[in-house]
């Protein structure tokens, strides 16, 4: 069963304290691995696509990176306004109508 | 990237009422989902909406209930019937856009609904 684990729930961190957080899938033949960013009330901004083991993406303070298991969203020196849930979610084949599988996120706070 | 706005933002209806909430995009694309989002929880698929044909409802979900219409390639709509206090949550609007070989999913701002 096409599955998606996000760890840890909550991660709690200093002002430039720098950190990964976890998302482990399974799922048969992998369309595309996203990360997204979410503020309460608000719906989820796009942050990066991974399509194969060994890539990696960047923004800013963040780094994304995916093997055939799991993928690592590294926070380098946070600030406050990266306080956010972050959610992992994976697509699969044409055949599953490229549906998302979700994580239940990681909800990362960044204390000045 | 593609830019997503929903009507109404926020809403509290009474139960057994229907709202319809509209998401409208600003370039044409092939794939609408619509996810609703309970608090504390992570996004759940309610449908897939492609322009030309009859809207794909995940298990759980049925037409009855959620009607989704797709009239063109930048606008969809979803209504909510006979509501009760259980359909309280977030719904939200998604498209598939291309770049070139890479491809993205976008989400609208939400609508955020109260039955009481």
């Known amino acids: 069963e096409d599955q998606v684990t996000q760890s840890p729930e909550a991660l709690r961190l200093q002002e430039g304290e720098s950190s990964s957080l976890n998302c482990s899938y399974t799922v048969s033949g992998l369309r595309g691995l996203f990360w997204y960013r979410q503020d309460p009330g608000k719906g989820p901004e796009f942050l990066f696509t991974l399509y194969s083991a060994g890539e990696e993406k960047e923004k800013e303070r963040l780094k994304a990176t995916l093997t055939k298991k799991e993928s690592f969203l590294h926070i380098t020196a946070p600030k406050p306004e990266d306080s956010a849930t972050y959610l992992c979610a994976v697509q699969g084949p044409m055949d599953s109508n490229y549906q998302l599988i979700w994580g239940a996120g990681t909800k990362l706070i960044i204390k000045p | 990237s593609a830019v997503i706005s929903q009507k109404p933002s926020r809403d509290i209806c009474q139960r057994g009422t229907s709202l319809t909430i509209q998401c409208q995009v600003d370039s044409q694309v092939t794939m609408m989902f619509w996810y609703r989002q309970q608090p504390g929880q992570s996004l759940t698929l309610i449908a897939t909406?492609?322009?030309?044909?009859?809207?794909?409802?995940e298990s759980g979900f049925v037409i009855d209930k959620f009607p989704i219409s797709r009239p063109n390639l930048t606008f969809s709509t979803l209504t909510v019937s006979n509501m009760s206090p259980e359909d309280s949550s977030i719904y939200l609007c998604?498209?598939?856009?291309?770049?070139?070989?890479?491809?993205?999913?976008?989400f609208g701002p939400g609508t955020r609904l109260t039955v009481t």
């Open positions: 909406a492609n322009q030309g044909s009859e809207a794909t409802y």
């Open positions: 998604s498209v598939e856009a291309a770049d070139g070989s890479s491809y993205e999913q976008y």
